[in-house]
């Protein structure tokens, strides 16, 4: 029997889950959900519904995993906690200061449901945190660097976006060729926030909207741009669609360790991923975990997890037989 995905937000990665629920053989998409009215939500699938958010709570046994495709600036601390009382449920949720907390509530809500609830999937954190691991494990002495970029950070561009008098922006992360050049090197530089990245934002204002108001704004804006030297321009919504409708991204994962007596030889890890189309490749990555969350669910476990939580089967398809045959 196929695993059956609920779609909570019919937005870039609403439509990103819509093509990895497709593209997976043991996964049928059942509904997407949407606070929008479900007349004006156009879905590839045919002959599935789009019903309102607000008539979720009827689908409780026909949803095996719900995915939240909402923005981790104001959806997600909200949203994840509330639907994971209900339902199985899985989100992206980027915003690294807040894991921890993010994690209590909704371990609070999934232990209280009887349900299974993981948040923070993706590539980072997800990905980028398992090679982060797996790294320290290997070479415990030894420093991290994660970079990201050149791309468009979805969750940077929705903490704009959610700025009263903008309209509509995009905001690139940046890596600094100086300090890439400088790990590569297995110097073990220590580098600050703000020597790392830059931050580049086009924002489309509203009709009477403060520039210097929202520029100040976003240039505060805690967790996501107060530590990096971050540039804003106001541009047209026409030039946005033409010059920056891509969805591109990526990073590196880093770590320099040293072994020997003596500390004499150096070790680099380095973990890249180049992306197309991040909204698509992060949803690949959630429908992988929905695998997972069905099956703790169906072994009787209950509460939040993330991805460091899984074992590396519980995301394919295939038998442990085939793993070790073709993967080991």
Sequence with gaps: M??????????????????AVAAAKDMELAAVFTR????????????????????????????????????SATDLPVQTPHFARMF??????????????????????????????????????????LNRVY?????????????????????HSDAIRRIKGVKNAKQYTIPCPDALEAVRSGSQPELTTRQKHTRECFVVLEDGADAAAVEQQIKEMPNYFADYDTTVHFISEEELLKEHAGMAHGGFVFRCGKTGQQKEH?????????????PEFTTSVLIA???AVKRLYDEGQAGAKTVLDIPPAYLCAQSGEELRAHFL
């Design 289 to 291: 975990y929905a695998r």
């Design 266 to 278: 150096t070790h680099i890890i380095e973990y890249r991923l180049t992306l197309d189309s991040n």
């Design 2 to 19: 196929k695993t059956r995905i609920g779609i909570v937000g019919y937005g870039n990665l609403g439509r990103g889950t819509e093509l």
């Design 36 to 71: 929008r009215s479900p007349e004006s939500v156009h879905i590839l699938t045919p002959n599935v519904p789009v019903v309102h958010v607000d008539e979720i709570e009827a689908w409780q046994d026909k949803i095996d995993v719900l995915i939240l495709c909402g923005g």
């Design 135 to 155: 790294a320290n494990a290997i070479l415990p002495d030894g420093r991290d660097y994660t970079f990201w970029g050149k791309g468009v950070s979805q969750g």
């Design 88 to 129: 199985n449920v899985i989100d992206s949720f980027d915003t690294h200061a807040r894991i921890p907390e993010h994690f209590a509530a909704v371990d609070a809500a999934a232990k209280e449901g009887g349900k299974v609830g993981m948040i923070s999937v993706g590539w980072d954190p997800g990905l980028f945190s």
